[in-house]
């Protein structure tokens, strides 16, 4: 089970925490996992991170040279 809890004091930093923990796990255990999976038509911000992990469109076309690269799952 879990047995620890991060608190945030907004939903896009709780999208940021959870993902830096993701990616800094696999990186401390030495495991080569760097992509992040994320459901099409999704929002989960206004942050570099979580426009990265949202849908793109013309709201974040902007910003679309800082995003990272991301596989979508249709949903």
Known sequence: GLHRVFYSDSGSTSVEVALKMALGYF???GAS???IAV???S???DT???MSV???GVFNAAYEPLL???DTIPF
């Open 43 to 45: 929002y989960h911000g």
């Open 68 to 70: 990272f690269e991301v």
């Open 27 to 29: 990186r401390n255990i």
């Open 48 to 50: 570099i991170g979580t």
């Open 39 to 41: 459901m099409e038509h």
């Open 54 to 56: 949202g849908a793109r």
């Open 33 to 35: 996992r760097s992509r």
